[in-house]
């Protein structure tokens, strides 16, 4: 048997200690775009999980270098409009190898906003061209605390660039939130997979 940092043991096969807390994925929803204006996840955020994570696949828009976007609702998604206060960077390099870099990007970020914020981008539209990455909540449902979120996505901009970039805030409102909309800022979704899940 191991012992690892502060005390924690490690029975004979490797495996956790029994009280040692530990998380699993559970698949809720999957969504697929066809043309989509957007993908709205209005059922299934609640108080069963106390976080939940979306996960985007190959997202590929119908317009050319347009970010991905999200927001959050608080009334089923009658209305997107939760204020937000957040952060933005990323990374880029090209596949030429000219240019690498590391910014922030206070255009994208947001302070005190209702609107949907970027988190993917501007992705191109070539056949093999698209965005993928996760996006975790954390406690939506509560009726006390704010609603932290993380993001971290890769798109492929045109210009064949990788820029991978890191999104995240809070929704600042006490009231439980219960839909999420995910969309570009510009034309539709043409294709891509979105799935939701509840962290146990």
Request: charged content about 10%; some cysteine; proline content about 2%.
């Amino acid at each position: 048997m191991a012992v690892v940092s502060g005390g924690t043991t490690l029975i004979d096969n490797g495996a956790l200690d029994a009280g040692v807390p530990s998380g699993s994925l559970i698949l809720l929803s999957t969504q697929t775009a066809s043309a989509s204006a957007s993908i709205d996840f209005t059922s299934g955020i609640d108080s069963t999980y106390d976080s939940y994570v979306f996960k985007f696949i190959n997202i590929h828009p119908s317009v050319d270098d347009v970010n991905f976007t999200f927001n959050m609702s608080t009334d089923g998604g009658s209305n997107y409009n939760v204020t937000k206060t957040t952060t933005y960077f990323a990374t880029i390099h090209n596949e030429n190898d000219v240019s690498a870099s590391l910014f922030y990007s206070t255009g994208n970020d947001l302070a005190q906003s209702s609107n949907y914020q970027n988190i993917g981008g501007g992705t191109g539209t070539d056949n093999d061209q698209n965005c993928s990455g996760y996006l975790q909540i954390f406690n939506p449902s509560s009726n006390t605390f704010i609603k932290h979120f993380l993001t971290k996505m890769n798109s492929i901009q045109a210009g064949d660039v990788s820029i991978n970039v890191f999104t995240a805030g809070y929704g600042n409102t006490s009231n439980p939130v219960n839909a999420i909309s995910f969309k570009c800022v510009y034309g539709n979704i043409d294709d891509g997979i979105i799935k939701m899940y509840g962290v146990s």
